[in-house]
């Protein structure tokens, strides 16, 4: 056998090898993500009313307040309160100036094994349910799938979702909001569907002088695949601080696939399949102690994440469709 024969042999060889796991990640894949939830997880508890079950309402309902805020939270009970203080105080102040202005935050338990639900629970029975509703999950979905079903969950007319450890300050929602509204002005065609990031890409010159070579290695690597793969024109896709509006979360959250880390990237897809304006507003953040992000293996699972985005949206795996809220 000559070597072209040879290499000829190895290249049919890749290639029923490489059709075939193709057809594999196709076969195996959902082409729409499962919006299922537990019986359970469609109810929020009312501690005022002798702890009576109420019905969370749906997104696809008309919004009856201005803002919801939801808030993953997994065995959070020691960093949780002095976030949910800080932006109670902050919206409160905003209720003080606009009376008819209202909010809502919705903590959502991702199947904590503390005290993370009896937490927030004393915010809801201080505050009341108007104001502080907490869904408790039967089981850890992932970060991603916490946010989704808070969202799904919301009766906002504009949505954020925003990290329980309050590495974020809450007040730099003004300059979000800002931003949304600039961009709902220039872009009147959008549907009323727009998105706008936080970014703490400013501070990435200040990150790097303290992190590790091979930490920095890793970031960058991760930020060239987003860019190569799946998202451009944001610097900053895993900033836990994000802000949209209702007809947004609908069309995004009914097609998120990705439920841990990586589903940040998976819903900025989304968002630029369908054109829509996305902002991105600089905010201030520091590192929190008791992070859940592992360095190396979960930037090794987000990188696979990334590769399988982008494959099983190339191949048709995964399918986007357009769905609109209810014509009011």
């Not at 009341?128 to 907490?134: A, N, Y």
């Not at 703490?200 to 010159?205: C, F, I, Y």
């Amino acid at each position: 056998m000559d070597v072209a024969t040879l290499f000829a042999g190895v290249a049919i060889l890749g290639l029923l090898l490489l059709f075939f796991f193709l057809i594999g990640i196709y076969l195996t894949a959902e082409s729409y993500p499962n919006l299922k939830r537990y019986e359970s997880e469609s109810f929020f508890t009312d501690p005022k009313h002798g702890n009576t079950k109420q019905n969370f309402p749906s997104l696809e309902d008309a919004p009856s307040t201005d803002l919801s805020v939801i808030v993953p939270a997994y065995n959070e009970e020691e960093r949780m309160p002095q976030m949910l203080n800080e932006a109670i105080a902050h919206l409160n102040k905003r209720q003080k100036s606009s009376p008819t202005y209202k909010y809502e935050i919705i903590v959502v338990d991702d199947g904590s094994r503390d005290k993370t639900t009896e937490t927030a629970m004393m915010y809801s029975e201080k505050y009341g349910t108007d104001k502080v509703r907490v869904l408790t999950l039967e089981k850890n979905r992932g970060k991603g799938g916490a946010i989704r079903l808070g969202m799904m969950s919301a009766r906002g007319q504009w949505l954020l979702f925003a990290d329980a450890d309050g590495a974020t300050r809450f007040s730099d929602l003004d300059k979000l909001e800002q931003e949304l509204e600039t961009l709902l002005v220039k872009n009147k065609t959008c549907n009323n569907r727009v998105v706008v990031c936080g970014s703490r890409a400013h501070l990435e010159q200040e990150a790097i002088a303290n992190r590790s070579f091979f930490r920095t290695i890793l970031m960058h690597g991760f930020h060239f695949l987003v860019w190569l793969l799946c998202v451009r024109g944001v610097k900053d896709t895993q900033c836990g601080f994000k802000l949209m509006t209702r007809e947004a979360a609908l069309l995004l959250f009914w097609n998120l696939h990705v439920e841990r880390w990586a589903f940040d990237v998976d819903l900025l897809h989304v968002a630029q399949h369908f054109r829509l304006p996305l902002g991105e507003v600089a905010v201030k953040w520091q590192e929190i102690e008791g992070s859940k992000l592992v360095p190396f293996w979960s930037w090794l699972q987000m990188g696979r994440d990334l590769i399988l985005i982008w494959l099983r949206y190339s191949i048709g795996a995964w399918k986007i469709r357009d769905i609109r809220p209810k014509q009011q």
